[in-house]
């Protein structure tokens, strides 16, 4: 079982360059969501969906858009990277009701 | 909106000792309740999670929580730690919301458990 899928696991970026943050679901999951993870702030909400077609933002979305074409993949691109932007970021997705979230393994970005 | 605060940034413990990492929250709506445990260098794993029901939920590798909804609480705690043990843990709530509601969840600030031989 694949679950959450993350790619890449590693990026290094020049500020001002753009990349797209992969996250892909196996389990026919409703719900997706991307958080970044920084030292002592534990991990907020930048982006989420409910569903193909719809996306919302989260607690921290400057700087961040996504897309939810299809139920499986839940793409986070940054537009021009900053260095505030380094961080670690990870996709979940749950499916409805009260089922718990599932979490990719990250992704850590550096940005120089 | 809701909240929660972990109030251990860091334990240290020995190895066998009891330890109990505390999470306290705040939501004017009923919430489902989860602990995440991290390991270095790896993602979240769901270790435990309170829906309903018994206050006392148990997680297979000795970790037990139990939800206190007088004090807004959702200590985690196991009687004897292993070396193994090591790891950063999260406290999240989530709102038990309804329909296609979202159900925004909510992290605390992590609880970094050092056990020590």
């Known amino acids: 079982n694949a679950g959450v899928t993350q790619t890449p696991k590693f990026q290094v970026l020049k500020t001002g360059q753009s990349m797209t943050l992969q996250c892909a679901q196996d389990m026919n999951h409703e719900y997706m969501s991307w958080y970044r993870q920084d030292p002592g702030m534990g991990l907020r909400l930048i982006h989420y969906?409910?569903?193909?077609?719809?996306?919302d933002q989260g607690e921290v979305p400057n700087g961040y858009n996504v897309s939810r074409s299809t139920t499986e993949d839940f793409p986070l691109r940054l537009l021009s990277a900053a260095p505030s932007q380094t961080s670690v970021y990870f996709c979940?997705?749950?499916?409805?009701?009260?089922?718990?979230?599932?979490f990719g393994d990250g992704t850590r970005l550096s940005i120089l | 909106a809701q909240s929660v605060t972990q109030l251990d940034s860091q334990v240290p413990v020995f190895e066998e000792a009891p330890v109990e990492l505390r999470c306290n929250y705040s939501s004017s709506v009923s919430v489902y309740l989860f602990w995440y445990v991290q390991y270095p260098n790896q993602g979240l794993q769901l270790l435990l999670k309170y829906l309903s029901g018994s206050t006392l939920v148990e997680s297979i590798n000795g970790f037990e929580a139990e939800f206190n909804k007088s004090q807004t609480s959702f200590h985690l705690r196991k009687p004897s730690v292993h070396i193994s043990d090591t790891a950063e843990y999260f406290c999240a709530v989530r709102t038990n919301a309804g329909g296609t509601s979202y159900g925004k969840l909510t992290f605390g600030q992590g609880t970094i458990l050092t056990v020590h031989p």
């Open positions: 979940a997705s749950r499916g409805g009701g009260n089922q718990p979230q599932h």
């Open positions: 969906s409910v569903g193909a077609g719809i996306t």
